[in-house]
Nanobody
Framework: VQLQASGGGLAQAGGSLRLSCSAS????????VGWFRQKPGKGRTFVAT????????YYTNSVRGRFTISRDNAENTVYLQMNNLLPDDTAVYFC????????????????WGHGTQVTVSS
């Protein structure tokens, strides 16, 4: 499975962005997909995950209620709608896929895309 994240950019605090994670590979729709983010000098941290069929989602506390993860398996794409952005959301965002539970850590995911930069100005 090859993943490609896109949709990052510059937004003002309180604004919105939508990230996309496009995948190639026949088994994508059987995998949990997650979004992680990495700030300069820090490790990758969990943002949100979605189950293979989109029926279950899981969020880190700091984004719950502001971010929404969704997927369209017919389009092999997972989205992260980010609303009410905060300067603290500034990071490089990565998507990952794997046969893992929703609570899996980054080291448990098998496939990673290149990151997309999100910058939120105050």
């Amino acid at each position: 499975v090859q993943l490609q994240a896109s949709g990052g950019g510059l937004a003002q605090a309180g604004g919105s962005l939508r990230l996309s994670c496009s995948a190639s590979g026949r088994t994508f729709d059987s995998y949990t997909v997650g979004w992680f983010r990495q700030k300069p000098g820090k490790g990758r941290t969990f943002v949100a995950t979605i189950s293979w069929n989109g029926g279950s989602t899981y969020y880190t506390n700091s984004v719950r209620g502001r971010f929404t993860i969704s997927r369209d398996n017919a389009e092999n794409t997972v989205y992260l709608q980010m609303n009410n952005l905060l300067p603290d959301d500034t990071a490089v965002y990565f998507c990952a896929a794997g046969a893992v539970p929703l609570t899996a850590g980054p080291n448990e995911f098998d496939y990673w895309g290149h990151g997309t930069q999100v910058t939120v100005s105050s």
